[in-house]
């Protein structure tokens, strides 16, 4: 089974600096797709980036950035210039290839708090 | 948004009574999922569903069922509710974008079993 792991549960940034959240997973594999959710005091999930396995380049969106590193099975989320709605809980996830159903396996969460 | 509402939102019950939730979509998805979130684990997917009367277990199904008699509803039901089923419910569809499926989730359920 596949397994997620943030150690981080809570991280702080300063507004306009930059933070990097970790993330690990372990499968045996080798077509998945990793991605990073937000999910804000609405409680509603929101993706923030997606990244493919079979892709070595790094996803990009905006201010958000991944270092996927395949072969660490290390999968970090870079925030930069952060804003204050950049304040949520932040979700690591992994998703098997086309026969798992796209099931989403999520790990515990970090929270990140962003200070004026 | 990908036209996923759920029923109830909030709800409280009693250990011993069941309960059903309700997840709703009008996009006609074939994937549709439950999840619940505690603090500490995540989210954590119960049942999934590929298609009508096509459902499957996810790590934490014990107590919990699910049905789909039609593409656009999906049920969660807790036979006989405890109180470690006290969380927050997901349920979120699966949306075929760019050759990737990418889930959508739902507002949430929060369920209290007192």
């Known amino acids: 089974a596949q397994t997620v792991t943030q150690s981080q549960p809570e991280m702080s940034v300063q507004e306009a600096e930059t933070v990097t959240l970790s993330c690990t997973y372990d499968?045996?594999?080798?077509?998945?797709?990793l991605f990073w959710y937000k999910q804000p005091p609405s409680r509603q999930m929101i993706l923030v980036i997606r990244?493919?396995?079979?892709?070595?380049q790094n996803a990009t969106e905006n201010r958000f950035s991944v270092n996927f590193q395949k072969a660490a099975k290390s999968f970090s989320l870079k925030i930069s210039d952060s804003q204050l709605g950049d304040a949520a809980m932040y979700f690591c996830?992994?998703?098997?290839?086309?026969?798992?159903?796209?099931?989403?396996?999520f790990g515990e969460g970090t929270q990140l708090t962003v200070n004026p | 948004d990908a036209g996923i509402t759920q029923s109830p939102r909030h709800k409280v019950t009693e250990t011993g009574t069941p309960v059903t939730l309700r997840c709703h979509q009008t996009?006609?998805?074939?994937?549709m999922y439950w999840y619940r979130q505690d603090p500490g684990h995540g989210l954590r997917l119960i049942h999934y569903?590929?298609?009508?009367?096509?459902?499957d277990k996810g790590e934490v199904s014990d107590g919990y069922s699910v049905s789909r008699s039609k593409t656009e509803d999906f049920l969660l039901t807790l036979e006989s509710a405890t109180s470690s089923q006290t969380s927050v419910y997901f349920c979120?569809?699966?949306?075929?974008?760019?050759?990737?499926?990418?889930?959508?989730f739902g507002p949430g359920t929060r369920l209290t079993v007192l």
């Open positions: 996009e006609n998805h074939r994937y």
């Open positions: 569903s590929y298609g009508v009367k096509d459902t």
């Open positions: 990244q493919e396995a079979y892709k070595q």
């Open positions: 996830a992994y998703a098997g290839g086309e026969t798992s159903g796209s099931r989403l396996t």
């Open positions: 499968t045996s594999e080798s077509d998945y797709y």
């Open positions: 979120a569809i699966s949306r075929a974008l760019a050759g990737y499926n990418e889930q959508f």
